[in-house]
């Protein structure tokens, strides 16, 4: 089993930066991948980006190339997201999600079925 636990979440505005984190306990050596997925109110879950802890490959999705930026501390099992020149549309639910048997390609943002998920931090951009 693995666990995953997110943070970071907090209101800004427009233009700011934040950095998630996704801190990940129990059998880690097993997990290939990490991916931030996210959510806003009345909308389907999107995929972000992901990064494959064995290749060091990385995949953002197109609303937030350049933008946001994906890393991680192995000394710590955490990985970060962090997100710069935040948009008011960049307001959702994140979480990370976590498996051993997917790389970091762009089919994994559609989400192939991660094994395991985070509880999710809010991140909230408004003026």
């Known amino acids: 089993q693995v666990q995953l636990v997110e943070s970071g979440g907090d209101l800004v505005q427009p233009g700011e930066s934040l950095r998630l984190s996704c801190a990940a306990s129990?059998?880690?050596?097993?997990?290939?991948?990490i991916a931030w997925f996210r959510q806003a109110p009345g909308k389907s879950r999107e995929g972000v980006s992901c990064?494959?802890?064995?290749?060091?490959?990385?995949y953002y999705a197109d609303s937030v190339k350049g933008r946001f930026a994906i890393s991680v501390d192995s000394s710590k099992n955490t990985v970060y997201l962090s997100l710069y020149n935040l948009k008011s549309e960049d307001t959702a639910v994140y979480s990370c999600?976590?498996?051993?048997?997917?790389?970091?390609?762009?089919?994994?943002?559609?989400?192939?079925?991660?094994?395991?998920w985070g509880q999710g931090t809010q991140v909230t951009v408004s003026a």
């Open positions: 999600a976590a498996d051993r048997r997917f790389r970091c390609v762009r089919a994994t943002l559609s989400d192939p079925g991660f094994a395991y």
């Open positions: 129990g059998f880690t050596s097993e997990i290939q991948t």
């Open positions: 990064l494959s802890l064995t290749e060091g490959d990385t």
